[in-house]
């Protein structure tokens, strides 16, 4: 059983950053692949960002990248999500998720654990 918990959410002005945290407990945390997810007001859950075992293979939608950057610190068994140039659409309750595969994934089905998600509004 893998126990993820985010932090680093908040609120910033447009054209801001912030950096979330998700840190890991329990499993086998090397092997597996890690993901973020949001979801806004009214919509369905969307994919962000994934990064598999190895922190080399990175999937980003397209909405985020060049602006977010997924990476992870095995020694602090930690996932981060650096987010720059944040727009108000940006705003949504982050989720970070694991998944037992070592390759990352866009589909939200693929992971197996989740955090409890932290808030992040972007004011215009």
């Known amino acids: 059983q893998v126990h993820l918990v985010e932090s680093g959410g908040g609120t910033v002005q447009a054209g801001g950053s912030l950096r979330l945290s998700c840190e890991s407990s329990?499993?086998?945390?090397?092997?597996?692949?890690m993901g973020w997810f949001r979801q806004a007001p009214g919509k369905e859950r969307e994919f962000v960002a994934a990064l598999g075992w190895n922190g080399l293979n990175t999937y980003y939608a397209d909405s985020v990248k060049g602006r977010f950057t997924i990476s992870r610190d095995h020694a602090k068994k930690t996932v981060y999500l650096q987010m720059a140039s944040l727009k108000p659409e940006d705003t949504a309750v982050y989720y970070c998720?694991?998944?037992?595969?070592?390759?990352?994934?866009?589909?939200?089905?693929?992971?197996?654990?989740w955090g409890q998600g932290t808030q992040v509004t972007v004011s215009s």
């Open positions: 329990g499993g086998t945390y090397s092997a597996i692949a």
């Open positions: 998720s694991a998944s037992s595969q070592d390759y990352p994934s866009y589909a939200s089905d693929d992971y197996e654990y």
